[in-house]
Protein backbone atom coordinates (compact mmCIF):
# COMPACT_ATOMS: atom_id res chain seq x y z
CA UNK A 1 0.00 0.00 0.00
CA UNK A 2 1.56 3.73 -0.91
CA UNK A 3 2.24 5.27 2.02
CA UNK A 4 0.83 8.40 1.30
CA UNK A 5 -2.41 6.97 1.18
CA UNK A 6 -2.05 5.89 5.06
CA UNK A 7 -0.99 9.63 5.52
CA UNK A 8 -4.20 10.69 4.06
CA UNK A 9 -6.35 8.45 5.64
CA UNK A 10 -3.95 9.63 9.15
CA UNK A 11 -4.89 13.34 8.59
CA UNK A 12 -8.48 12.99 7.90
CA UNK A 13 -9.45 10.71 10.52
CA UNK A 14 -7.07 12.23 13.11
CA UNK A 15 -7.39 16.10 12.79
CA UNK A 16 -10.33 16.49 14.06
CA UNK A 17 -9.08 14.60 17.54
CA UNK A 18 -5.91 16.26 17.72
CA UNK A 19 -5.28 19.20 15.77
CA UNK A 20 -3.50 18.59 11.75
CA UNK A 21 -0.43 19.41 12.86
CA UNK A 22 -0.29 16.95 15.65
CA UNK A 23 -1.91 14.59 13.26
CA UNK A 24 0.92 15.29 11.35
CA UNK A 25 3.29 14.86 14.34
CA UNK A 26 1.62 11.02 14.69
CA UNK A 27 1.90 10.01 11.23
CA UNK A 28 5.66 10.89 11.08
CA UNK A 29 6.31 9.11 14.55
CA UNK A 30 4.57 6.03 12.86
CA UNK A 31 6.35 6.29 9.72
CA UNK A 32 10.06 6.61 12.12
CA UNK A 33 8.58 3.65 14.09
CA UNK A 34 7.19 1.30 11.53
CA UNK A 35 8.83 1.60 8.36
CA UNK A 36 12.92 3.58 9.38
CA UNK A 37 11.64 6.66 7.57
CA UNK A 38 11.50 9.91 7.39
CA UNK A 39 9.47 13.33 6.05
CA UNK A 40 12.17 13.84 3.44
CA UNK A 41 12.23 10.14 2.89
CA UNK A 42 8.48 10.25 1.75
CA UNK A 43 8.98 13.76 -0.08
CA UNK A 44 11.91 12.57 -2.00
CA UNK A 45 9.88 9.09 -2.73
CA UNK A 46 6.34 9.62 -2.99
CA UNK A 47 5.57 5.91 -4.01
CA UNK A 48 7.01 4.64 -1.19
CA UNK A 49 4.64 1.64 -0.10
CA UNK A 50 4.35 -0.27 2.68
CA UNK A 51 4.01 -3.85 3.33
CA UNK A 52 2.90 -3.11 7.14
CA UNK A 53 -0.34 -1.41 6.51
CA UNK A 54 -2.41 -3.92 8.66
CA UNK A 55 -0.19 -2.38 11.87
CA UNK A 56 -0.92 0.89 10.83
CA UNK A 57 -4.27 0.76 10.79
CA UNK A 58 -4.07 -1.20 14.19
CA UNK A 59 -2.40 2.06 15.55
CA UNK A 60 -4.32 4.74 13.93
CA UNK A 61 -7.68 2.90 15.72
CA UNK A 62 -5.44 2.74 18.91
CA UNK A 63 -4.83 7.04 18.12
CA UNK A 64 -8.40 7.49 17.34
CA UNK A 65 -9.28 5.95 20.84
CA UNK A 66 -7.04 8.38 21.96
CA UNK A 67 -4.03 6.26 22.79
CA UNK A 68 -1.09 8.23 23.62
CA UNK A 69 1.48 7.15 20.48
CA UNK A 70 4.04 6.75 23.39
CA UNK A 71 2.44 4.03 25.12
CA UNK A 72 2.00 2.52 21.55
CA UNK A 73 5.26 2.41 20.63
CA UNK A 74 6.34 2.35 24.73
CA UNK A 75 8.95 5.23 24.16
CA UNK A 76 9.30 8.81 24.04
CA UNK A 77 12.05 11.70 23.04
CA UNK A 78 13.64 13.59 25.65
CA UNK A 79 16.13 15.86 25.16
CA UNK A 80 17.32 14.02 22.32
CA UNK A 81 17.10 10.62 24.29
CA UNK A 82 14.75 7.69 23.98
CA UNK A 83 13.13 6.62 27.03
CA UNK A 84 11.13 3.47 27.94
CA UNK A 85 7.59 4.53 28.94
CA UNK A 86 4.40 2.12 30.15
CA UNK A 87 1.19 3.29 31.88
CA UNK A 88 3.23 3.97 35.06
CA UNK A 89 5.34 6.51 34.11
CA UNK A 90 4.28 10.05 33.16
CA UNK A 91 5.43 10.61 29.52
CA UNK A 92 8.31 13.39 28.98
CA UNK A 93 6.88 16.76 28.00
CA UNK A 94 8.67 19.45 26.04
CA UNK A 95 8.74 22.21 29.06
CA UNK A 96 10.78 19.94 30.92
CA UNK A 97 13.26 19.41 28.60
CA UNK A 98 13.48 23.02 29.14
CA UNK A 99 13.81 23.03 33.02
CA UNK A 100 16.43 20.28 32.03
CA UNK A 101 18.35 23.36 29.99
CA UNK A 102 17.53 25.71 32.75
CA UNK A 103 19.70 23.02 34.80
CA UNK A 104 22.55 22.40 32.57
CA UNK A 105 22.81 26.23 32.01
CA UNK A 106 23.36 26.70 35.98
CA UNK A 107 26.09 24.08 36.80
CA UNK A 108 29.88 23.56 36.46
CA UNK A 109 30.24 20.84 33.38
CA UNK A 110 33.86 20.23 34.79
CA UNK A 111 33.55 18.92 38.36
CA UNK A 112 31.69 16.23 40.03
CA UNK A 113 27.93 16.93 41.42
CA UNK A 114 25.62 15.53 43.83
CA UNK A 115 22.55 15.93 42.09
CA UNK A 116 18.74 14.28 43.31
CA UNK A 117 15.90 13.82 40.96
CA UNK A 118 12.53 13.22 43.02
CA UNK A 119 9.15 11.92 41.51
CA UNK A 120 11.95 10.68 38.69
CA UNK A 121 9.10 8.30 36.58
CA UNK A 122 10.87 7.48 33.31
CA UNK A 123 14.01 9.08 35.00
CA UNK A 124 13.75 11.66 31.97
CA UNK A 125 15.15 14.59 34.13
CA UNK A 126 17.66 12.79 36.04
CA UNK A 127 18.57 10.36 33.38
CA UNK A 128 19.56 13.41 30.84
CA UNK A 129 21.16 14.87 33.12
CA UNK A 130 23.31 11.98 33.78
CA UNK A 131 23.99 11.72 30.42
CA UNK A 132 25.48 15.41 29.75
CA UNK A 133 26.89 15.70 33.02
CA UNK A 134 29.53 12.39 33.34
CA UNK A 135 31.25 13.55 36.24
CA UNK A 136 28.13 14.37 38.33
CA UNK A 137 26.67 11.58 40.68
CA UNK A 138 22.87 11.09 40.38
CA UNK A 139 19.60 9.91 42.56
CA UNK A 140 16.64 9.21 41.30
CA UNK A 141 13.92 8.72 43.91
CA UNK A 142 10.12 7.89 43.62
CA UNK A 143 7.57 6.34 45.29
CA UNK A 144 6.35 3.84 42.51
CA UNK A 145 7.97 0.71 42.38
CA UNK A 146 7.02 0.32 38.77
CA UNK A 147 8.06 3.82 37.73
CA UNK A 148 11.66 2.71 39.34
CA UNK A 149 11.56 -0.36 37.02
CA UNK A 150 11.15 1.34 34.08
CA UNK A 151 13.75 4.20 34.79
CA UNK A 152 16.68 1.47 35.66
CA UNK A 153 15.63 0.35 32.30
CA UNK A 154 16.21 3.53 30.69
CA UNK A 155 19.40 3.77 32.90
CA UNK A 156 20.81 0.37 31.42
CA UNK A 157 20.20 1.85 28.23
CA UNK A 158 21.72 5.15 28.39
CA UNK A 159 24.45 3.48 29.90
CA UNK A 160 24.77 5.77 32.96
CA UNK A 161 25.29 4.78 36.14
CA UNK A 162 22.86 6.16 38.97
CA UNK A 163 21.32 5.49 42.46
CA UNK A 164 17.55 4.53 42.87
CA UNK A 165 15.27 5.13 46.32
CA UNK A 166 12.26 4.14 46.41
CA UNK A 167 10.58 6.47 49.28
CA UNK A 168 7.20 8.06 49.29
CA UNK A 169 9.19 12.19 49.71
CA UNK A 170 6.01 13.04 51.98
CA UNK A 171 7.46 10.22 54.76
CA UNK A 172 10.76 11.59 54.56
CA UNK A 173 12.20 13.54 57.88
CA UNK A 174 15.72 14.30 55.72
CA UNK A 175 17.86 13.46 53.29
CA UNK A 176 20.43 11.24 53.60
CA UNK A 177 23.28 13.50 52.08
CA UNK A 178 23.93 17.26 50.95
CA UNK A 179 23.45 17.89 47.48
CA UNK A 180 24.51 20.32 44.87
CA UNK A 181 21.44 20.34 42.61
CA UNK A 182 17.65 18.87 43.58
CA UNK A 183 15.19 19.00 41.30
CA UNK A 184 11.40 18.18 41.11
CA UNK A 185 8.85 17.76 38.70
CA UNK A 186 6.04 16.72 41.27
CA UNK A 187 2.22 15.92 40.70
CA UNK A 188 0.71 19.55 40.62
CA UNK A 189 -2.37 19.58 38.69
CA UNK A 190 -5.55 20.58 41.25
CA UNK A 191 -8.32 18.40 41.19
CA UNK A 192 -10.45 21.56 39.82
CA UNK A 193 -7.96 21.90 36.96
CA UNK A 194 -9.49 18.00 35.68
CA UNK A 195 -11.72 19.50 33.53
CA UNK A 196 -8.79 20.93 31.02
CA UNK A 197 -7.56 17.52 31.01
CA UNK A 198 -7.36 15.67 27.73
CA UNK A 199 -8.65 12.18 28.09
CA UNK A 200 -5.65 11.04 26.50
CA UNK A 201 -3.62 11.97 29.71
CA UNK A 202 -6.73 11.69 31.97
CA UNK A 203 -7.19 7.97 30.83
CA UNK A 204 -3.86 6.59 30.40
CA UNK A 205 -1.40 8.38 32.49
CA UNK A 206 -1.19 7.57 36.23
CA UNK A 207 -2.35 9.57 38.47
CA UNK A 208 -0.31 9.38 40.89
CA UNK A 209 2.11 11.79 38.86
CA UNK A 210 -0.77 14.02 38.37
CA UNK A 211 -2.96 14.74 40.71
CA UNK A 212 -2.88 16.49 43.79
CA UNK A 213 -5.61 17.68 46.37
CA UNK A 214 -7.13 21.38 46.12
CA UNK A 215 -7.00 22.38 49.56
CA UNK A 216 -3.14 21.97 49.82
CA UNK A 217 -1.63 21.63 45.70
CA UNK A 218 1.53 22.79 46.78
CA UNK A 219 2.21 19.95 49.42
CA UNK A 220 5.27 18.54 47.84
CA UNK A 221 7.04 21.98 47.04
CA UNK A 222 6.65 22.51 50.81
CA UNK A 223 8.00 19.06 51.59
CA UNK A 224 10.91 18.74 48.98
CA UNK A 225 11.37 22.64 50.11
CA UNK A 226 12.13 22.11 53.26
CA UNK A 227 14.57 18.93 53.06
CA UNK A 228 16.32 20.64 50.72
CA UNK A 229 16.96 24.05 52.30
CA UNK A 230 18.29 21.63 55.23
CA UNK A 231 20.64 19.42 52.72
CA UNK A 232 21.84 21.52 50.04
CA UNK A 233 25.23 22.50 49.91
CA UNK A 234 26.12 26.29 50.76
CA UNK A 235 25.21 28.05 47.20
CA UNK A 236 22.76 24.51 46.37
CA UNK A 237 20.11 25.08 43.88
CA UNK A 238 16.54 23.26 43.91
CA UNK A 239 14.73 23.70 40.91
CA UNK A 240 11.15 22.71 39.93
CA UNK A 241 8.67 22.03 37.18
CA UNK A 242 5.81 24.30 38.89
CA UNK A 243 1.85 24.43 38.12
CA UNK A 244 1.46 27.42 35.60
CA UNK A 245 -1.35 29.45 37.76
CA UNK A 246 0.48 28.99 40.97
CA UNK A 247 3.51 30.80 40.11
CA UNK A 248 3.24 33.48 43.04
CA UNK A 249 2.19 31.21 45.59
CA UNK A 250 5.15 29.43 45.03
CA UNK A 251 7.50 32.27 44.96
CA UNK A 252 6.11 33.15 48.56
CA UNK A 253 6.14 29.53 49.46
CA UNK A 254 9.91 29.47 48.91
CA UNK A 255 11.19 32.62 50.25
CA UNK A 256 9.08 31.75 53.39
CA UNK A 257 11.47 28.48 53.78
CA UNK A 258 13.97 30.71 53.39
CA UNK A 259 15.81 30.48 50.06
CA UNK A 260 17.21 34.06 49.44
CA UNK A 261 17.08 34.29 45.44
CA UNK A 262 14.16 32.20 43.52
CA UNK A 263 14.05 33.27 40.14
CA UNK A 264 10.75 31.95 38.26
CA UNK A 265 10.88 31.55 34.25
CA UNK A 266 8.36 30.81 31.66
CA UNK A 267 8.22 28.32 28.79
CA UNK A 268 7.73 28.53 25.27
CA UNK A 269 3.94 28.56 25.73
CA UNK A 270 4.56 31.73 27.91
CA UNK A 271 3.41 29.79 31.11
CA UNK A 272 4.89 30.09 34.46
CA UNK A 273 6.71 26.45 34.49
CA UNK A 274 9.72 27.06 36.47
CA UNK A 275 11.50 27.77 39.49
CA UNK A 276 15.73 27.94 40.50
CA UNK A 277 16.10 28.77 44.18
CA UNK A 278 19.52 28.98 45.75
CA UNK A 279 20.14 28.19 49.16
C1 LIG B 1 4.70 14.71 37.31
S1 LIG B 1 5.45 13.11 37.46
C2 LIG B 1 7.11 13.51 36.91
C3 LIG B 1 7.83 12.37 36.26
C4 LIG B 1 9.17 12.79 35.62
N1 LIG B 1 10.07 13.36 36.58
C5 LIG B 1 8.94 13.77 34.48
O1 LIG B 1 9.30 14.94 34.64
O2 LIG B 1 8.39 13.38 33.44
C6 LIG B 1 5.59 12.97 39.23
C7 LIG B 1 6.30 11.74 39.77
O3 LIG B 1 6.26 11.81 41.20
C8 LIG B 1 6.05 10.51 41.72
N2 LIG B 1 5.43 10.64 43.05
C9 LIG B 1 4.11 10.85 43.33
N3 LIG B 1 3.95 10.89 44.67
C10 LIG B 1 5.18 10.73 45.23
C11 LIG B 1 5.64 10.65 46.57
N4 LIG B 1 4.81 10.78 47.61
N5 LIG B 1 6.97 10.46 46.80
C12 LIG B 1 7.83 10.32 45.75
N6 LIG B 1 7.44 10.37 44.44
C13 LIG B 1 6.14 10.57 44.20
C14 LIG B 1 5.15 9.84 40.70
O4 LIG B 1 5.25 8.42 40.80
C15 LIG B 1 5.69 10.41 39.39
O5 LIG B 1 6.67 9.57 38.85
Not at 18 to 39: I, M, N, P, T, W
Not at 230 to 257: A, D, S, T
Request: with cysteine.
Amino acid sequence: MLIKVLQDQFISKLAPIYDEVEAQQLFLFCLAELEGKSRIDLIMNPELTTLNSEQWFAILQMLIEQKPIQHIFGKAYFYGYAFNVNEHTLIPRPETEELVEWILNSVPHNQSIRILDIGTGSGCIGLTLAKELPQSQVTLMDISVEALKIAKQNAEALAVNVEFIQQDILALDQLTSPFDVIVSNPPYIRQLEKVEIKKNVMDYEPHTALFVEDDDPLIFYRKIATLAFENLKPGGQLFYEINQYLGQEMIELLRGIGFKDTELRRDMMQNDRMTKSIV
